[in-house]
C-alpha cells in the first residue's frame, strides 16, 4: 500500500516522543568506547522540509518542535534533542530518526536503515549520503521488519533497533511482535524502540492493537518500559490521544531521563501529560 509519507507528520508530538527516547538510548551506548550498530527499520525520508506544501497542511510541528525550540531546559535530554535540531531548524528542516542518529555515530559505530517506498529511499539516500561513503551508514530499500532479521545480531553484540512503522494495515501490529520475538531470539540483549499510536474508538478495527501488541510483548518476559505522552483529551472526534514507545531491554536511566524530559514537555505544551509503565522489572 505505501500511502503514508512522514513529511505530513514531522516533527510532531509522536516525533518529539521518538527521538527522545532514539537519542536517550544513543548518548547511553556511548558511554562506553566499545562500537554499537544502530538498526532503523522504517527510516523515512532522513530530513523534512517544514515550509513545504505537505508539511504545513496541517502544521502538525506545531505541537511538537516548535514548541520545543526556543525555550532552555533543566533537562540534559530535552536540551540535547533541541540543540540537535536547531541547526535543522534554521534550515526549516527536522531530522528524522537516522538522521539523528547518523550525527550521533562515532568512527568505530555503525547504522544500517530500511526503507521500502521507493521515493523516500532516494530522498533517505540523499540525506544519508555524508555517512554513506565510507559504508559507517548503509541504506537497505526493503521490508524493514524482515531485513532486520539477516542484520542481527551486530559483530559488536552492542546496540539498538528502532520500529516505527505506519501501522496502515492492522497486520503491521503482529509483524512487529514476530520480529521483536525472532530479533531477541538471536539478540538477547537487543534493546528495542516500539513507537505505537494511542487511538480512540474512532480508529474503529485498530482500536486498541497498540495494547494488545505491547501486552505480547512484555508476554515474552523481558524487562519492558513504556513511555506514553497524552495530547489533548481522549474525545471520540480525535483519532490519535497520543502515541508512546515500548523499549525492551531498556537503558538503566531510560525511564528518569525520558519522565524528566517529558515533564518539562507538558509545561509547555498545552493539554498534554505523560505516563511510565515497568513491566518484568529485575
Ligand atoms: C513513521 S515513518 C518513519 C519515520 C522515521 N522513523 C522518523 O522517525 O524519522 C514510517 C516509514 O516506513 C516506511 N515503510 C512502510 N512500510 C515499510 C516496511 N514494510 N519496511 C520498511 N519501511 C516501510 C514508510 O514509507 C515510511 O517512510
Known amino acids: 500500500m505505501l500511502s503514508y509519507k ?23 551506548l556511548k558511554n562506553k568506547d566499545k562500537p554499537f550498530t544502530l538498526f532503523d527499520t522504517h527510516a523515512g525520508a532522513g530530513q523534512y522540509a517544514l515550509d513545504s506544501e505537505h508539511a504545513q497542511k496541517n502544521s502538525e510541528f506545531k505541537t511538537g518542535i516548535s514548541t520545543v ?4 531546559f533543566s533537562s540534559s535530554l530535552l536540551q540535547h534533542y533541541q540543540d540537535v535540531c536547531s541547526g535543522y531548524w534554521r534550515q526549516n528542516l527536522y531530522p528524522g530518526s537516522p538522521l539523528l542518529a547518523a550525527n550521533a555515530l562515532r568512527s568505530q559505530d555503525t547504522l544500517q536503515v530500511m526503507e521500502l517506498h521507493p521515493n523516500e529511499v532516494v530522498n533517505l539516500r540523499q540525506a ?16 524493514g521488519l524482515e531485513g532486520l532479521q539477516g542484520l542481527v545480531p551486530p559483530a559488536s553484540k ?8 505506519p501501522y ?3 497486520q503491521e501490529y503482529n509483524a512487529v511482535v514476530s520480529c521483536v520475538t525472532t530479533t531477541l531470539a538471536k539478540w538477547r540483549n537487543a534493546q528495542i524502540i516500539i513507537w505505537f499510536p494511542l487511538l480512540t474508538e474512532r480508529a474503529r478495527d485498530k482500536t486498541g492493537l497498540s495494547e494488545q501488541m505491547v ?22 472526534d480525535v483519532g490519535m490521544y497520543g502515541s508512546g514507545v515500548c523499549v525492551v531491554n531498556p537503558s538503566w536511566n531510560l525511564d528518569q531521563q525520558l519522565g524528566q524530559a517529558l515533564d518539562e514537555f507538558c509545561q509547555i505544551a498545552a493539554s498534554s501529560s505523560s505516563r511510565v509503565h515497568w513491566f518484568n522489572k529485575q
Open 168 to 170: 496502515e494495515q492492522k
Open 158 to 165: 552492542r546496540g539498538a533497533v528502532l520500529i516505527d512503522p
Open 128 to 143: 544519508l549520503k555524508p555517512y554513506t561513503h565510507n559504508r559507517q551508514a548503509q541504506v537497505h530499500h526493503r521490508d
Open 69 to 72: 525550540i526556543d525555550s532552555k
Open 6 to 28: 512522514h513529511i505530513f507528520h514531522a516533527g510532531n508530538h509522536a516525533d518529539v516522543i521518538k527521538h527522545l527516547c532514539w537519542l536517550s538510548v544513543i548518548t547511553y
Open 215 to 236: 501486552s505480547d510483548i512484555v508476554d515474552l518476559g523481558f524487562e519492558t518500559l513504556t513511555v506514553e505522552l497524552l495530547i489533548g483529551q481522549k474525545t471520540s
